[in-house]
């Protein structure tokens, strides 16, 4: 009995890593396959990526061929596409000729530094009025948030960034359009993402404080005598939070789809940017290196974020899951 | 319940004579005609929302892209309700390691994306009515599995199944007569709000150029048309902005009121 409580906490989270591990190695499968399952000679398009339509001769796709081993069997390359991408070693763009890994390790940098100054920033707007509005459930500050999260939610990325370059580009002259040299190209990017996720994070941090409010433990305190602002921040506050980590990492889910919009819309040279521009121009290895990219990071943060659940509710620990 | 109905029937009833009527007003107009003589001109009464910078009629276009723009949400939303219930279904009724095997396959599913996939679905295949349905449709479906798994699974444990399984009824009976019009109910909240996201989907896809392709009337295309003439032309690109966001809402609205009937 001892023995298997002492092994519970490393065995969960142990499973939740290996969970991760499988999410991204299907990841790098799916890949894999959408790769070859294009049409047209891979070896080919390389070497136009490579040399340029001009430059293109039937010996220098041969050579490729020989150089990138395409005519082994499917299976031997898979397994060195798992190392490949394991080393973060995913090829070259098709367009340009750079290593993906080089291209996206730029605009990865774009993306991160906008995507925490959005999130912090929906942070900032979020929890004080979703905690005003769960402290005082069906109040007027309650019902505002209600009202605003729903309109919200119902406005695609882009016309709140349309909304605002109107606003303060057009009518105001107050910031620069486009661009993302200075620190005052960041301002509309940010508000345009954070203004999106604040929306439902504001509704979670509500729901999970008026949860917390209604609760047995609650009461309990206010009888021993907590005053309602000790009650809350003694009892309360690590309480609510389990939800709050749990969507923390989720809304990374929404801040990539703000993402594509967001970047295309203002110029900003980040992921998003170079994924919708990969796209269109079909240059397959960079679109494998965004997806990759993206979707072994929401694996690595909700994996964090389960985690962090884990050990501020060990109770969680049983069911296997922090966030389920 | 009947009251509700009645709510649905009179809003169905409204949808219908605003399509009707909508209909009737731009027989004739053509979404595609280019006049570049009356490029960005002004709402007038021949134009009563301006013209795109190609001299085209922004009114028709706007009214143009509605029925696709549903249509295709509808589409993808049946496709991932078919598959997800079906997935749903089966997880329900089958052992426990089948059971687990398909709802690990359902959470990974639902943690990837859903605009992504759609991108890189309809990025690849070129754009096109097709791929953005099947690139949606494959996003839909997880939520729709587990939904139905748990529905399924909760009322096949009562009282009025386990009569029916004892009276002698065959399995897919019972599923039929009395799980499925359980999960249907469920289902349908979760459709109409997933027509709305459906619906924005198209549209960003449309706005990044990787949907419905040009010279399809879209709302997220015709933004991205008119921004370089945001200054000269507000009208024209306030107008699937707004035609946009209403059709969002009602669609939420919907799904909601749908939600609370239950």
């Given at each position: 009995m001892q023995r298997a409580v002492r092994h519970a906490v490393p065995r969960a989270v142990l499973r939740r890593v290996l969970e991760a591990l499988s999410v991204a190695l299907i990841l790098a499968t799916i890949c894999f396959a959408l790769l070859h399952a294009i049409p047209g000679d891979m070896a080919l398009r390389i070497a136009v990526g490579q040399l340029g339509t001009e430059n293109m001769s039937p010996a220098a796709v041969e050579q490729i061929r020989d150089a990138e081993m395409l005519s082994r069997p499917l299976l031997v390359q898979y397994f060195d596409w798992l190392k490949a991408v394991a080393t973060g070693d995913i090829g070259r763009s098709f367009v340009s000729g750079r290593p993906v890994a080089e291209e996206l390790r730029q605009a990865g940098g774009y993306t991160l530094r906008l995507a925490v100054i959005a999130w912090l920033l929906s942070y900032a707007l979020a929890l004080p009025l979703g905690i005003a509005a769960g402290l005082k459930p069906d109040g007027a500050i309650d019902r505002a948030t209600a009202f605003a999260a729903a309109a919200f939610s119902s406005l695609p990325t882009f016309l709140i960034g349309i909304a605002l370059i109107s606003i303060f580009v057009l009518a105001l002259n107050l910031l620069p359009p486009a661009g993302y040299r200075?620190?005052?190209?960041?301002v509309l990017p940010a508000i345009t993402l954070a203004l999106g996720l604040m929306a439902p994070s504001m509704r979670v941090i509500r729901d999970a404080v008026a949860e917390v409010q209604a609760s047995a433990y609650m009461t309990y305190a206010h009888v021993r005598g907590f005053g309602k602002a000790k009650a809350f921040i003694r009892h309360g506050l690590r309480n609510a939070s389990v939800p709050i980590v749990t969507f923390a990492a989720l809304q990374f889910a929404y801040l990539m789809d703000g993402f594509f919009v967001v970047e295309t819309l203002f110029n900003f040279p980040g992921i998003g940017n170079a994924m919708v521009s990969a796209l269109l121009a079909r240059d397959v290895p960079v679109v494998m290196g965004c997806a990759l990219l993206i979707g072994t990071t929401f694996a690595a943060i909700s994996l964090a974020a389960d985690l962090i659940c884990m050990w501020m509710d060990p109770r969680l620990v049983d069911e296997g899951h922090g966030s389920r | 319940m009947a009251a509700v109905d009645q709510r649905l029937l009179w809003t169905i009833g409204a949808a219908t004579a605003v399509t009707i009527v909508t209909i009737a007003v731009i027989i004739g107009r053509d979404p595609l005609h280019q006049d570049l003589?009356?490029?960005?001109?002004?709402?007038?009464?021949?134009f009563p929302l301006g013209t795109d910078h190609l001299g085209r009629d922004v009114f028709a276009r706007l009214f143009h892209a509605l029925p696709r723009s549903i249509g295709i949400a509808t589409s993808a939303m049946a496709a991932a309700v078919t598959i997800g219930t079906l997935v749903g279904l089966a997880a329900a009724v089958s052992n426990r390691l089948v059971d687990a095997a398909m709802m690990r396959l359902t959470d990974l599913a639902l943690a990837f994306p859903g605009l992504l996939l759609a991108m890189v679905l309809a990025g690849l295949m070129g754009g096109g009515m097709l791929p953005v349905l099947v690139g949606i449709a494959l996003g839909q479906w997880p939520q729709f599995a587990r939904m139905t798994r748990s529905v399924a699974a909760a009322a096949m444990t009562e009282a009025h199944v386990e009569a029916s399984r004892l009276a002698g009824l065959a399995g897919w009976r019972i599923l039929l007569r009395q799980v499925m019009p359980r999960v249907l109910i469920h289902t349908a909240s979760l459709a109409a709000l997933g027509v709305g996201g459906a619906v924005l989907t198209i549209s960003s896809l449309g706005f990044l150029g990787l949907g419905l392709q040009p010279p399809t009337p879209e709302w997220g295309a015709m933004i991205t048309e008119l921004l370089p003439y945001m200054d000269v032309a507000p009208v024209q690109i306030a107008a699937p902005c707004v035609a946009l966001f209403v059709t969002v809402l009602t669609c939420m609205i919907a799904g909601r009121r749908l939600a609370e009937a239950i």
């Open positions: 200075r620190p005052e190209h960041l | 003589a009356v490029a960005l001109a002004p709402p007038s009464m021949l």
